[in-house]
C-alpha cells in the first residue's frame, strides 16, 4: 500500500466513523472555506474517537484496506477519491455502476476523460481544479438516465484529502441520489400554483354564478358570499354582510326557517340538499329557490360552519307546470289514440269476419257455378280468361281455372272460329250490349263438334266501366236436331199432302188404276203411321172442328186409350184434363183454320202418361183438301219440361249470381268506404304525430337556447362588470375601455338573442303580424350595409353592393329587414379578414325577384347545409373571431322568406365560401 492511499485511508476511516452525519455536515460546509472544514472535520473526528474503541493503531494496513472496502462499497451513496492528477485510485461498487463499469478495479488509473463526454468532462475538471486549491464543491445537477426517461437529481460533494504535513495530495467525493427530495420539492411548488389557481379559478366562478353563494360560522354568521347573495340580502358591499345573520335581512318567520335549516346540518353534519323554499331576488320579488346546505370541517374532522348554494328555479317550476299540463294533454291524447285504436281493432275484426263470410259465399258460388252443366267463364277486356267453371275448364282440357287464366280462345280453338269468338266479344266491350243465344259451333270433351246457344254480356267494375265480359254457353245440339227433324217432318207431311192431291187427280183421271192407288195409299199410310207411331214427339190430326182424327201411340198413351176409336171424332173438350187447357188449344188451332199461319214451338202446359204436368213445345200446321182448302189442323208436340227446367234452374242460378254479385259489390263498397275512413284517421294520427314532433323539436332548442345561449352573454356581463367593479383603480384606462367592449358585445349578444327569440316566439304563435306592401328593397339593402360596415371594417371585409335602384318587391319591410340583417351579420361572422361580401339583387323569373349574399367564409359540408334550417337539429358554428351564435337566426330567415312568398336557398364548399339566396314575389299575386 503506498503512503498516499495510507493517508486516505487515515483520513476516511475516521471520517466514516461519523458517516451517518456525512449528508448534513457537507451542506454545512458548502460555504465554508477549506481550513475551517477541515477544522469541523477534525472535531467530529476527535468527538467520534472518543466514543468509538479505539484500540490500537497496530493493525496492519492490510486489514484496515479491506475494512475501509467493505464500508465504502456498503454506503447508499456512490463514493470515489482521486489523485492530483485527476486520475481514480479508490471507488466503491455504486459509483462504478453509475458508470456503468463492470468493477471499481477498472477506474483505477483513469481520468474524467476516460468516462465522459468532452462538455461534461470540462465540468467535472474545473470542479476538481477548485478542489484542489483547497475548497469544498457542492454540486446539484440533473441527469437523464432513468430507465423509465424520468429525470434524476444528485448532490455530489467534493472535499480535498491532506496529508499529514497539510499538504493536499487529492480529493473524495459522494454522489448522493435526491430526485425524491427534489421532486417533492418540485411537487410542492405544484402544488401550492395549482391551490392558488384553483382558488382564484373558485372565487371567480363563485362570483360570476348566478346562484346565490355564502359560507357562514358556527353561529349562522355571514363569513363570505359571492356579489349575487349580496344583491338578494342588499347588503351592498361585501363589508356590510360580514358577520350578519338571515335576521339582518330577511322577515323574521323566513329568517327562522333558514337558521333552523342551518342549526340542523351544523347539529347533525348531514348536508340538506336540493330544498325547495320561498325566497327572494335582487328585486325583492318572492322566487321559488331550490337551497343546498353542506357543513364545513376542520383538519380535525370538527365542523365549524356550513356552505350554502341557492338557485332561482321559479321558472323551472314554471315550466314544469306547463310540462304537467302539457303531459297531460299527451295522456288524453293517447287516452283517444287507444280508443281509435280500438275502433280500428273491431273494425279489422269485422273485417276478419266478413271476409270469413265473403270467402264461404264465394266457395259455395263456386261450387254452384261448377256443378252447371253451361260453359261459364269471364275474361277481360282484352278477351283473356280471368275466371271459368269446371266444365269450361275440361272442355279446354286445362287441369283448372289457374292454368286457363290469362289465355285465349287463339289457344284452344281453330283461327276461323278463335277469331269468330273474338270478335263478338270486342263488339259487346265496345257497344256495352248483350249478346244472347247466339248459335255457335263448339266442342264438347271429346272434341266432337257441338251448337251452341251463346249469351255474352259486360262485366263493369265498381265506377261502372266496362271490364271484361261474361260468357254462359249452352248445348244445344240435341234440341237443334229435333227441330231439324220436326222440320223435315213437316215438309215430308207437305209433300205428302201435295202428292196425296196428284194421286186424286190421278185417281179422277185414271179410275182404271184406282185399286192400285189405293193400295199405294194404303201402304203409304201404314209408312206414315209407323212413322209417327215410333215418334217420341205427341202427333194428331185433326179436322176443321178440331175433332181428333187421328193420333200417334205416344199421344194414345197419354190420353189413356186403348184405340183409336176410342180417341177419332173427339175433341180436347172431352180428352183434355182441364177445360182451360182445352180453350186454350181450340182457340190457338181456329184461328191456325182462319189465317192459314202455322204455330211454331208455342210452349204449352200438357201431361204425361202418368198424368203429370209436362212444358210442351207444340208446333201446328194447316193441311189441305184437294181443292187447296184448309181442311184441319196437323199438331206436333214435344215435351220440353227437362230443358225448361235446366232453363229456369239456369235463370235461377243466374238470378242467384247476380245477387251475390250485388252483395259482394255492397260489402266492396263498405270495405272500401271503411278503408278510406282508416286511411283518413292514419293520416290524421300521421299529421298530429309530425305536429306533436314538431313541438317537441320546438320546446328542446327553446330550452336549450334558454339554458345555454342566452344564459353566457349574462354571465360574461356580470364576470367582467363585477372584474371592474373591484379592480377598477388598478386597471389603466386601456384595460377599462377593453373590458367596456367586451360588456358592450356581450350585450350586444344578448340583446340580438333576445330579439330573435321574440321574432321565432312570434312566428310560432302566430302572432306575428305581416303587413306587406310594395317596397325598395334596394334601400333596405343599403340601410343594413351601412348598420354592419363597422363591423366589416374591424376585420378588413369587403362589403360590395351591385343593387339597382329599382328593385321593387311585394313584401312586409320588418320581416325582409331583419333577413337581410341576418344574412349579412352570418357572412362578416363567417368571413376571414381580407375576405369580401357581395350583394346582388336580379330577376329569378317573370314576377320573382332574387337577393343573393355571397361570402369568401369557411363554407360548409351538405350534411351542415341539410341541418341548417330545421328547428330539431341544433347547429350553430363559431366566427372566424370566435363569435358565437345559436342557429336561430337562418331559421327566422327561412320562415320570414316563406311568409312572404318567397323561397331561401344556399350554395356552399368548404374553405371557399357560401351564397345565401332568397326570392320575393315583385307584385300581389292574385
Known amino acids: 500500500m503506498t503512503v498516499s492511499e495510507s493517508v486516505i485511508l487515515l483520513n476516511f476511516r475516521l471520517l466514516m466513523s461519523s458517516v451517518h452525519l456525512l449528508p448534513g455536515i457537507l451542506y454545512f460546509l458548502g460555504g465554508m472555506g477549506s481550513s475551517l472544514g477541515v477544522f469541523v472535520i477534525y472535531k467530529i473526528i476527535r468527538r467520534s474517537q472518543r466514543r468509538r474503541a479505539f484500540h490500537s493503531v497496530s493493525h496492519s494496513l492490510l486489514d484496515e484496506s479491506d475494512q475501509l472496502n467493505i464500508l465504502i462499497n456498503n454506503l447508499p451513496d456512490c463514493v470515489f477519491f482521486k489523485d492530483v492528477d485527476g486520475k481514480y485510485i479508490l471507488a466503491n461498487h455504486k ?33 476538481d481544479n477548485k478542489v484542489l486549491t483547497g475548497e469544498v464543491e457542492i454540486v446539484k445537477h440533473k441527469e437523464e438516465s432513468n430507465k423509465n426517461g424520468a429525470s434524476q437529481f444528485f448532490l455530489t460533494t467534493k472535499i480535498p484529502i491532506k496529508d499529514k504535513k497539510g499538504n493536499i495530495i487529492g480529493l473524495m467525493g459522494t454522489c448522493s441520489d435526491i430526485s425524491e427530495q427534489e421532486l417533492s420539492s418540485l411537487e410542492i411548488e405544484k402544488q401550492h400554483h395549482i391551490i392558488e389557481k384553483e382558488r382564484n379559478l373558485l372565487r371567480a366562478l363563485m362570483d360570476n354564478m348566478p346562484d346565490t353563494i355564502y359560507i357562514k360560522d358556527k353561529e349562522c354568521r355571514f363569513l363570505d358570499g359571492n356579489p349575487e347573495q349580496i344583491k338578494v340580502t342588499k347588503a351592498k358591499t361585501f363589508n356590510n354582510l360580514i358577520g350578519k345573520t338571515d335576521f339582518d335581512f330577511y322577515p323574521k318567520d323566513m329568517a327562522e326557517i333558514f337558521y333552523k335549516d342551518d342549526k340542523q346540518v351544523i347539529e347533525t353534519g348531514e348536508a340538506i340538499i336540493n330544498k325547495e323554499e320561498i325566497g327572494f331576488d335582487s328585486r325583492g320579488n318572492i322566487r321559488v329557490k331550490s337551497t343546498t346546505k353542506v357543513p364545513i370541517r376542520d383538519k380535525d374532522g370538527n365542523i365549524v360552519g356550513l356552505v350554502g348554494i341557492g338557485r332561482d328555479i321559479t321558472r323551472q317550476k314554471e315550466s314544469e307546470e306547463k310540462l304537467k299540463e302539457q303531459a297531460q294533454s299527451l295522456q288524453e291524447i293517447n287516452v283517444l289514440l287507444e280508443e281509435r285504436q280500438e275502433e280500428i281493432n273491431q273494425q279489422a275484426d269485422e273485417l276478419s269476419s266478413q271476409n270469413t263470410i265473403l270467402e264461404n259465399e264465394r266457395n259455395l258460388l263456386r261450387t254452384l257455378i261448377d256443378a252447371i252443366p253451361d260453359f261459364i267463364y269471364i275474361k277481360d277486356k282484352e278477351s283473356r280468361f280471368i275466371t271459368a267453371n269446371k266444365n269450361t275448364c275440361e272442355i279446354m282440357k286445362a287441369k283448372d281455372q289457374n292454368e286457363l287464366e290469362g289465355k285465349t280462345d287463339f289457344d284452344y280453338y281453330a283461327k276461323e272460329i278463335a277469331q269468330k269468338y273474338f270478335a263478338d266479344e270486342r263488339e259487346v266491350i265496345k257497344s256495352g250490349k248483350a249478346l244472347i243465344n247466339r248459335q255457335e259451333i263448339g266442342f264438347d270433351k271429346e272434341g266432337n263438334e257441338r251448337v251452341l246457344s251463346t249469351t255474352k254480356v259486360p262485366y263493369y267494375d265498381a265506377d261502372g266501366r266496362i271490364i271484361g265480359i261474361v260468357g254462359v254457353g249452352r248445348d244445344i245440339t240435341e234440341m237443334k236436331e229435333f227441330q231439324e227433324q220436326l222440320e223435315k217432318q213437316a215438309a215430308d207431311l207437305q209433300e205428302n199432302n201435295q202428292l196425296l192431291e196428284e194421286r186424286q187427280e190421278e185417281i179422277k183421271k185414271q179410275s182404271e188404276s184406282l185399286t192400285e192407288q189405293n193400295l ?202 363585477e372584474l371592474l367593479m373591484r379592480n377598477h383603480d388598478d386597471f389603466e384606462e386601456n384595460q377599462k375601455l377593453e373590458l367596456l367592449t367586451m360588456i358592450k358585445t356581450s350585450s350586444e349578444s344578448a340583446f340580438n338573442l333576445l330579439e330573435n327569440l321574440l321574432h321565432w316566439a312570434r312566428t310560432q304563435t302566430d302572432t306575428i303580424r305581416y303587413n306587406p306592401a310594395q317596397i325598395k328593397i334596394s334601400e333596405l339593402i343599403e340601410q343594413n350595409i351601412e348598420l354592419t360596415k363597422a363591423s366589416a371594417e374591424n ?42 361580401i357581395v350583394i346582388k339583387c336580379y330577376d329569378a323569373k317573370s314576377d320573382e325577384l332574387a337577393v343573393s349574399i355571397t361570402d369568401t367564409g369557411i363554407g360548409m359540408s351538405k350534411e351542415n347545409i341539410e341541418k341548417l334550417f330545421r328547428i330539431d337539429e341544433y347547429f350553430s358554428t363559431t366566427g372566424t373571431s370566435g363569435e358565437g351564435g345559436t342557429g336561430l337566426g337562418l331559421i327566422i330567415c327561412k320562415e320570414f322568406v316563406e311568409k312572404n312568398k318567397g323561397i331561401i336557398s344556399i350554395e356552399s364548399e368548404p374553405g371557399i365560401g357560401s351564397t345565401f339566396t332568397f326570392t320575393l314575389p315583385k307584385k300581389k299575386k292574385k
Open 520 to 721: 199405294l195409299l194404303e201402304k203409304e199410310r201404314n209408312l206414315l203411321r209407323t212413322l209417327i207411331d215410333n215418334m217420341p214427339d205427341y202427333i194428331y190430326i185433326k179436322d176443321k172442328e178440331s175433332r181428333f182424327l187421328t193420333v200417334n201411340k205416344r199421344l194414345l198413351k197419354v190420353m189413356h186409350k186403348e184405340s183409336l176409336d176410342e180417341i177419332i171424332g173427339k175433341t180436347d173438350f172431352e180428352t183434355a184434363p182441364s177445360k182451360e187447357a182445352a180453350d186454350l188449344y181450340y182457340k190457338d188451332e181456329q184461328e191456325l183454320l182462319q189465317t192459314g199461319k202455322p204455330i211454331i214451338n208455342k210452349e204449352e202446359i200438357g201431361f204425361d202418361e202418368k198424368d203429370r204436368e209436362r212444358v210442351i213445345s207444340t208446333s201446328k200446321v194447316p193441311f189441305y183438301d184437294a181443292d187447296g182448302n184448309i181442311a184441319g189442323v196437323v199438331g206436333i208436340g214435344r215435351d220440353i219440361t227437362k230443358q225448361k227446367n235446366a232453363e229456369k234452374q239456369l235463370r235461377e242460378q243466374a238470378q242467384n249470381l247476380q245477387e251475390v254479385n250485388m252483395i259482394l259489390e255492397e260489402r266492396q263498397e263498405k270495405i272500401q268506404h271503411q278503408s278510406e275512413e282508416l286511411n283518413k284517421q292514419a293520416q290524421y294520427l300521421q299529421k298530429a304525430n309530425v305536429q306533436l314532433e314538431h313541438l317537441n323539436a320546438t320546446k328542446n332548442k327553446f330550452f336549450s337556447i334558454i339554458a345555454h345561449d342566452l344564459k353566457n352573454p349574462f354571465q360574461a356581463i356580470f364576470g367582467f362588470s
Open 95 to 127: 459509483f462504478s455502476k453509475k458508470l456503468k463499469v463492470n468493477r471499481p478495479e477498472d477506474l483505477y488509473g483513469k481520468t474524467d476523460k476516460d468516462l465522459y463526454e468532452k462538455d461534461e468532462c470540462s465540468k467535472y475538471i474545473e470542479n
Open 795 to 836: 376585420k378588413s371585409i369587403s362589403l360590395i353592393s351591385e343593387i339597382n335602384s329599382d328593385c321593387n318587391v311585394y313584401a312586409d319591410s320588418n320581416m325582409i329587414n331583419l333577413v337581410i340583417r341576418n344574412l349579412l351579420s352570418n357572412a362578416i361572422k363567417f368571413t376571414k379578414e381580407e375576405g369580401s
